[in-house]
């Protein structure tokens, strides 16, 4: 892995980390922070899932290594803003302040390289079961959690037998009826919020969903996450905008079991013992 940063952007936005649960997708995450660069890192909302860790400790060095090279980040320039989402609701509490020079803002209006002006808000505020119906929202958070926790053995069993990384509960979440007015409503939503603001464009999150579409006059841009997506919305010198997709980090099977070879069902079951994971 090279030493310092491949890829170079004046912005970068990333949303929905979820840190603090299994399904976060924290070594790609970690792995892009170590190859990109920006003038100006948005943090839109749902980094640490505070509501998760209210009810149960998940906290991998991973996870902290993404929070210390964020704080990096910022220590050696990089302008960070946090705009909390609804899983790291407590960080309302603090808008207007700076924690390790991360900025917390309710919202922000972001001017690109080409003078467009847009709204950059995390969404939930959008969300008709969050805004109206907390409990179903919480709900909802532990069905997800379950989802994670069989997506991890899911991929574990995938990588094993030589398979890439493949998103489950993301694949389930977006065949759930009804998902596709649900996004439909929030993107509407968020236009009439860019419309009533006065500029050019919107930078969301919340719904795991990357996605950039003209609605009208509005460029909607939704960052996705780094659960099931695993993308980033950048921006260049030029103020162009798109979507990158970050895939795994090369190494994803121990040495051992690549150099040995397959030697019959008892052998195999054998090394599952061995390997299995705990916790």
Wanted: charged letters at 25%; hydrophobic letters at 40%; one cysteine or more.
């Amino acid at each position: 892995m090279s030493t310092s940063p491949d890829r170079r952007y004046r912005t970068v936005w990333i949303s929905d980390v979820h840190l603090g649960t299994r399904g976060c997708q924290a070594a790609r995450l970690l792995d892009f922070l170590r190859e990109c660069e920006a003038e100006t890192l948005y943090l839109v909302g749902d980094i640490v899932d505070v509501w998760r860790l209210r009810r149960r400790r998940f906290w991998p060095q991973e996870h902290s290594d993404v929070v210390q090279k964020l704080l990096r980040k910022a220590r050696r320039g990089t302008r960070v803003i946090l705009v909390p989402g609804n899983h790291d609701d407590v960080l309302h509490d603090y808008v207007g302040l700076e924690f390790g020079q991360i900025l917390i803002k309710p919202d922000h209006i972001h001017e690109t390289a080409d003078g467009r002006r847009l709204l950059v808000i995390h969404g939930d505020q959008f969300d008709t079961v969050v805004a109206r119906a907390p409990w179903l929202a919480h709900l909802g958070t532990h069905a997800l959690a379950v989802s994670q926790l069989v997506n991890q053995w899911f991929n574990w069993w995938r990588r094993l037998f030589g398979y890439p990384y493949w998103s489950l509960s993301g694949y389930l979440k977006h065949k759930v009826k009804h998902r596709a007015a649900f996004i439909a409503k929030f993107d509407a939503a968020l236009v009439l919020e860019a419309e009533r603001r006065g500029v050019d464009g919107v930078v969301c999150g919340h719904i795991h969903h990357p996605e950039i579409r003209q609605i009208g006059a509005i460029t909607y841009y939704n960052d996705g996450d780094w659960v099931d997506s695993c993308t980033a919305l950048v921006e260049d010198e030029n103020g162009q905008l798109e979507l990158i997709h970050w895939p795994e980090p090369s190494r994803r099977v121990e040495p051992q079991l690549e150099a040995e070879p397959a030697t019959g069902v008892a052998a195999r079951l054998k090394r599952l013992r061995r390997l299995v994971p705990t916790g």
